[in-house]
């Protein structure tokens, strides 16, 4: 190649280059301006590029994926979203040992002491049983609360493990105590003997609904509910022990300044506030608790302008919502 050329057009033609220019030749400028056809900017109205909030953008996105997913998955048998492959030992289905005969809507599956498996859901993901747990199948029909639920269970006992690549809501997981609603994630399910549910999110977000209070867990986060009783805050697994018997005075709605106080003062990082945010929406918290609760999530982050600061110290959901956006650990 003769590179004067490349730089030179007077120079003497090197043969490949000007092959490649009579390749592109149909592609080349033709001296219209390409903003010619672009609508002009009126006087007193100058161009502005408007800066759209992240959130803003995972919504669209979020909403996009699950029109789409809900397109594709609309129509399906329930009755032929199933499929189950025993990873050690056996499992039964209605007290029967599972011979690859077919699920249905309504039909129990149970893990013995040394068996696993897996429960395939449509292309949407998989549930793992482990050892010694029931899990039934739900027609999510019969769920008024599901909102939009097309794959339910029910987790009688034992632990599951839960991946699923999905709209939200789409598939949820029941138990005594509450839902597990998938926001499209990974996580993990525990029914204990006493009835305990036990919940902690390993990647993605989950929603975790009782009938009188509803939590918001990302990832790395977990949470304990029993029936007929509000779940707990939501807190970061790796120090649960450590913040559990803080909470638990003022998830009981203790008025005592001082456990308000140990608590605070061990919330030293803004990973903290997803448990104080979760705190000020509690049902139980004491009123007199809702302004130092409110005044410290300010200090790490500002609600947004166009939320009252009164809704916020009433514990509003919607206000609650908006204001959960700005922080690091939401969406």
């Given at each position: ?39 002009p900017v009126g006087p007193g109205r ?203 005075p003022l998830e009981a709605g203790d ?77």
């Amino acid at each position: 190649m003769k590179e004067p050329y490349l730089w030179d057009p007077n120079q003497e033609a090197d043969p490949e280059i000007e092959a490649l220019e009579k390749a592109l030749e149909p592609y080349r400028w033709k001296g219209k301006e390409l903003h010619s056809e672009l609508p002009p900017v009126g006087p007193g109205r100058p161009a502005v590029r408007r800066r759209l909030h992240p959130a803003t953008w995972a919504a669209a996105l979020l909403f996009i994926v699950s029109v789409w997913s809900l397109t594709a998955l609309r129509g399906r048998n329930n009755l032929q979203d199933y499929s189950l492959a025993v990873l050690s030992g056996t499992v039964e289905v209605d007290g029967k040992i599972w011979q690859d005969n077919g699920l249905g809507l309504g039909q129990r599956i149970r893990s013995e002491a040394r068996s696993r498996a897996r429960l395939d859901i449509l292309d949407i993901g998989s549930v793992v049983l482990e050892p010694e747990t029931s899990l039934r199948l739900e027609n999510p029909e019969g769920w008024k609360e599901s909102q939009g639920a097309q794959h339910m269970l029910y987790l009688e006992q034992g632990r599951i493990s839960a991946t699923i690549f999905a709209p939200p809501r789409l598939f949820q997981v029941a138990t005594t105590a509450g839902r597990a609603v998938d926001l499209g994630c990974m996580y993990t399910a525990e029914v204990d003997a006493e009835g305990w549910t036990v919940l902690e999110v390993v990647s993605g977000w989950v929603a975790f609904e009782a009938p009188e209070w509803q939590l918001l867990l990302p990832f790395g986060a977990g949470t304990k509910a029993r029936p007929g009783e509000l779940p707990q805050v939501p807190v970061w697994t790796r120090e649960a022990d450590h913040f559990r018997p803080l909470l638990a005075p003022l998830e009981a709605g203790d008025a005592d300044p001082a456990a308000l106080h140990a608590l605070l003062e061990a919330c030293d990082h803004q990973r903290h506030s997803l448990m104080l945010w979760h705190l000020l929406g509690h049902p139980k918290l004491a009123k007199a608790h809702r302004q130092p609760v409110a005044e410290r999530l300010r200090q790490w982050q500002e609600p947004p302008e166009e939320v009252s600061w009164q809704a916020c110290l009433q514990g509003e959901a919607a206000a609650l919502s908006v204001w959960m956006a700005e922080f690091s650990w939401a969406f």
